[in-house]
């Protein structure tokens, strides 16, 4: 069993800034790239940023230049930096992980429980 595990995520001031991690466990044998998502209630969820394996990054137009993201190999853990962050982007954010298991070289898309981040004041 796979899982990911996601911290972080809280009240933050206009301007401030906030780090979510996200570690996987379990029987892994590799992830390809990782990244966070993020949804608002009434809205399809959108990708924020992702980062491959070999540290090649991918940002939405919202968050470039204040939103970085970081991954740790060797702990299965992403982070997601957010500087500077706006009120816009008070969301559900979730943790997404393809994969293939070590059991099984079986792939799975792995979605994290999502932690809140409320921008305001």
């Known amino acids: 069993q796979v899982q990911l595990v996601e911290s972080g995520g809280g009240l933050v001031q206009p301007g401030g800034s906030l780090r979510l991690s996200c570690a996987a466990s379990?029987?892994?044998?590799?992830?390809?790239?990782m990244g966070w998502y993020r949804q608002v209630p009434g809205k399809q969820r959108e990708l924020v940023a992702s980062?491959?394996?070999?540290?090649?990054?991918n940002y939405a137009d919202s968050v470039k230049g204040r939103f970085t993201i970081s991954r740790v190999n060797a702990k299965n853990t992403v982070y997601l930096q957010m500087n500077s962050p706006k009120p816009e982007d008070t969301a559900v954010y979730y943790c997404?992980?393809?994969?293939?298991?070590?059991?099984?070289?079986?792939?799975?898309?792995?979605w994290g429980q999502g932690t809140l981040v409320t921008v305001s004041s």
């Open positions: 997404n992980a393809p994969l293939l298991t070590s059991v099984d070289y079986r792939y799975l898309e792995v």
């Open positions: 379990g029987s892994i044998f590799s992830i390809y790239a």
């Open positions: 980062i491959t394996s070999g540290g090649n990054t």
